[in-house]
């Protein structure tokens, strides 16, 4: 099952999430359980495609989700173990390198690298969306590991600093 189409939408990375909002509660207001109270065999499988119309919006409004799952349904799993083996391995010493650091750093030097590590997500976001629109699928498969490295990251430092800096994405 396609996700995008069970929403009615363009295969794409890029939707509107207005849209999507909007036709995600045109299908809870359709399928939605509490709607079937009294009809408790029709509850149980409208509450199983309400869970399923969830699951799917939760996927489909997240921008790294979404990528992920574009991706995959062009045959780039992000967590197939050959596709990027190599490049997974120099960025696996840069995670290490970054770990540390934060672990070396005083408070001070950690606010000034959380912003280095933002405008670094905001960097390979930008570079995710061009390559997919030229479909370099693999390359995309890799900047998309490495801001799900960056966003993990950039809310570890700011639990460290106690800060609340939201992502836009």
């Known amino acids: 099952m396609n996700y995008f189409k069970f929403f009615n939408l363009k295969t794409t990375i890029n939707i509107k999430?207005?849209?999507l909002k909007k036709k995600y509660f045109k299908l809870q207001r359709?399928?939605?359980?509490?709607?079937?109270?009294?009809?408790?065999?029709?509850k149980k499988i409208y509450l199983k495609k309400s869970k399923k119309i969830n699951?799917?919006?939760?996927?489909?409004?997240?921008?790294?989700?979404?990528?992920?799952?574009f991706l995959l349904i062009k045959g780039f799993d992000i967590n197939?173990?050959?596709?990027?083996?190599?490049?997974?391995?120099?960025?696996?010493?840069?995670?290490?390198?970054?770990?540390?650091?934060?672990?070396?750093?005083?408070?001070?030097?950690k606010k000034i690298f959380l912003y280095k590590i933002i405008i670094l997500y905001k960097k390979y976001y930008k570079?995710?969306?061009i390559a997919i629109k030229n479909k370099k699928y693999k390359k995309s498969l890799y900047i998309?590991?490495?801001?799900?490295?960056?966003?993990?990251?950039?809310?570890?430092?700011?639990?460290?600093?106690?800060?609340n800096y939201i992502l836009k994405e």
């Open 17 to 19: 999430k207005k849209k």
């Open 30 to 42: 359709k399928f939605h359980p509490d709607l079937f109270f009294k009809k408790k065999i029709k």
């Open 55 to 69: 699951f799917i919006y939760n996927i489909l409004k997240n921008p790294l989700k979404r990528i992920k799952y």
């Open 80 to 109: 197939d173990k050959n596709i990027l083996k190599k490049k997974k391995y120099f960025f696996l010493l840069k995670q290490f390198k970054y770990n540390e650091e934060i672990i070396l750093l005083n408070f001070k030097k």
């Open 127 to 129: 570079k995710i969306y």
């Open 144 to 163: 998309l590991y490495k801001l799900i490295f960056l966003k993990k990251l950039i809310y570890k430092l700011n639990n460290i600093l106690d800060k």
